[in-house]
């Protein structure tokens, strides 16, 4: 039977309030991703007959094609925060989580680069 108190037995472990952090980070990219996802699904009925030149033009345009780079970031930080909370869920052992959680941080950052480089070459005529 320990005498210590129970704030005592519980100082120095928790969240350490990064817990909040990474929960209002997960939301604010969720509210993001609504506007960009509903303006991305218009967009892809209106193109989704058009030939490919047509489509094309349509990622060229400066308009489309910014806001392509901020779905496209805001997509893959979201889904980066989303694995991160079923990895730290999932996986007790500690050194696996810690590699989990670094891999998918660097395939989502990986994959985002990708996409946005893909989206300016197609935006800048490369």
Known sequence: ???????????????AKSGAHHW?????????LVPLLLWFIASLISVATADYATAM??????YNSAL????LGALFYHAQLG?????EDYISTPWLQVTSIVL????????AIVAIVA???????G
């Open 68 to 71: 392509l780079i901020l779905l």
């Open 119 to 125: 989206v300016l070459r197609i935006a800048l005529g």
């Open 1 to 15: 039977m320990s005498m210590r108190a129970p704030l005592a037995q519980v100082r120095g472990h928790g969240s």
């Open 83 to 87: 694995m991160q909370v079923v990895l």
């Open 24 to 32: 209002w980070a997960q939301r604010l990219s969720a509210i993001a």
């Open 57 to 62: 033009e349509w990622v060229r345009s400066p």
């Open 104 to 111: 998918v941080r660097f395939l989502a950052l990986l994959l």
